[in-house]
Antibody
């Protein structure tokens, strides 16, 4: 069974930092790209960042570029999201998602349960 | 960035109805379009990938079509467990989501 378990969320002050972790099990972690997606209260999904299977490529949404850093440790089956200079509008549930591909089509086939990040003074 | 626009933002329907949700991309994404279902307090769940391919385990009352910029998700014979929010996602260039469509009980 594929499981993705996020941790590291919580309350942080504006301008602060937080590192999220997502630990995976049930699949060969180094074989798959991973993503972070967030959902602000009452809002839609926002893709944030992607990291390739061996971490040789990363991509970011404009909204977090320069503030967030994605990384992974394949020996620990874990992907991270380092979030710096946090703002109130970063308040959201953060999900990690496993990327799947078939015939060049990319999709997110497994998601973590999500973890809340609240940015407030 | 490619913008995804879903319509309607919400709709009301009854059990047994057929509903259609549309998703339009600001530029062509070929068949790189996915649909997800999300229930309150839960993570999204993949329904459709590659614009029209049903993910394993998804009931056949879900179907989808489209190519390029215009896509549709159709739910036939709506069941109580289908009342949820549906999100489209393009994975042609970076990955962006639509704003979601909430399907509510009439």
């Amino acid at each position: 069974e594929v499981l993705l378990l996020e941790s590291g969320g919580g309350l942080v002050q504006p301008g602060g930092s937080l590192r999220l972790s997502c630990t995976a099990s049930g699949f060969i972690f180094p074989n798959y790209a991973m993503n972070w997606v967030r959902q602000a209260p009452g809002m839609g999904l926002e893709w944030l960042s992607n990291i390739s299977d061996f971490a040789d490529a990363t991509h970011y949404a404009d909204s977090v570029k320069g503030r967030f850093i994605i990384s992974r440790d394949n020996s620990q089956n874990t992907v991270y999201l380092q979030m710096n200079n946090l703002r109130a509008d970063d308040t959201a549930i953060y999900y990690c998602a496993k990327e799947g591909t078939i015939s060049g089509m990319v999709y997110f086939d497994y998601w973590g349960q999500g973890i809340m990040v609240t940015v407030s003074a | 960035d490619i913008q995804m626009t879903q319509s309607p933002s919400s709709l009301s329907a009854s059990v047994g109805d057929t509903v259609t949700i549309t998703c339009r991309a600001s530029q062509a994404v070929r068949s790189n379009l996915n649909w997800y279902q999300q229930k309150p307090g839960k993570a999204p769940n993949l329904l459709i990938y590659g614009a029209s391919t049903l993910q394993s385990g998804v009931p056949s009352r879900f179907s989808a079509s489209g190519y390029g910029t215009d896509f549709t998700l159709t739910i036939s014979n709506l069941q109580p467990e289908d009342f949820a929010t549906y999100h489209c996602q393009q994975t042609y260039s970076a990955w962006t989501f639509g704003q979601g469509t909430k399907v509510e009980i009439k």
